[in-house]
């Protein structure tokens, strides 16, 4: 069974078997492989994989000996590393969509003027395509809509007004 905080380490990209031997040592201390195994409900064949990949990502630390012991990490010095793993990642794809803006909007220059009309089909689609033309527009924004559309577009428009 997982415990809210195994499922929040979960969410922050451990495996369920990390999850669980992590937390097992965060709330046992120093133990075994086989003891974190039988507590955490771990394959025995299994735990010692998951120990080393906790080892390597800085959640633990082994403790060599005639029967080898592991302890977890200080949280604040484990997640600080994880937290500036993530902060690269998003820094990379704010980069990514920097990069893809650029081939994106190059490539709207050469479209044919009718290539500017556009029909669109939902609310949501409307409101992300309309906030992106009213950040663009410098004077003038002209919508045409059928009627029966009227009503959705403006609930979507009076949020501008």
């Keep these: 069974m997982i415990n809210s905080i195994q499922e929040r380490l979960l969410k922050a990209g451990f ?3 990390e999850a669980k031997a ?3 040592l965060l709330t046992h201390g120093m133990l075994t492989a086989s003891e974190i195994s039988k507590i955490s409900e771990i394959p025995q ?4 994989s998951v120990l080393k990949k906790l ?3 800085g959640f633990c630390t082994l403790f060599p000996g005639a029967v080898k012991k592991y302890e977890a990490t ?3 010095t484990a997640f600080n590393d994880l937290i500036s793993e993530r902060e690269r990642a998003v820094e990379e794809v704010q980069d990514l969509q920097s990069d893809l803006e650029k081939l994106f909007v190059k490539n709207k220059a050469k479209n044919h ?9 939902s609310k949501q689609s409307q409101v992300n395509k309309f906030d992106e033309l009213i950040k663009r527009s410098k004077k003038h924004f ?3 809509i059928k009627n029966r559309t009227l009503q959705a577009s403006c609930e979507i428009w009076s949020k501008y007004i």
Excluded: A, K, V
Aim: net charge negative; proline share 7%.
């Design 113 to 121: 003027p009718q290539d500017f009309i556009q029909i669109l089909t």
């Design 74 to 76: 200080n949280p604040n």
């Design 142 to 144: 002209i919508h045409l």
């Design 55 to 57: 080892e390597e990502r």
């Design 45 to 48: 064949g299994r735990i010692y």
């Design 15 to 17: 495996s369920l078997y």
């Design 22 to 24: 992590y937390s097992t």
